[in-house]
């Protein structure tokens, strides 16, 4: 499967408005009847079915509209800082399993 997790605040309701005024498809834990304690939304996407350059954009313009947050992309064999790459490396790293957490400086 080629499935690629999102996990940001729960909070940020954004990014999934993104995603789907994109027309990315996408399902969520909640979605399902699940809930985490960790306070996140987990948004899940078929990358064997979605192109992975709309995502790579809404990654980048996200992650500068929120400069209070960073992304951390983890193919299982390294994890690599979004922050300052263009939406075209972002696409070329994106990784059929990949997780990628978006966290508030703060935390």
Do not use: W
């Not at 993104?18 to 996408?26: A, G, K, Q, V, W």
């Not at 960790?38 to 313009?61: E, F, G, K, M, T």
């Not at 209070?68 to 992309?73: G, H, R, V």
């Amino acid at each position: 499967m080629s499935m690629i997790t999102i996990v940001y605040p729960y909070d940020e309701g954004k990014l999934c408005r993104e995603l789907t005024e994109s027309n990315i498809s996408f399902k969520t834990a909640e979605s399902k009847g699940m809930r985490y304690d960790d306070n996140s939304l987990r948004i899940v996407i078929d990358l064997a079915q979605q192109l992975a350059a709309p995502l790579a954009y809404i990654i980048v313009s996200y992650l500068k509209r929120n400069e209070n947050c960073e992304a951390i992309l983890d193919n299982g064999e390294h994890e690599v800082v979004l922050r300052g790459y263009s939406a075209k490396e972002i696409e070329r790293i994106l990784d059929k399993k990949s997780l990628i957490t978006i966290l508030k400086k703060d935390e």
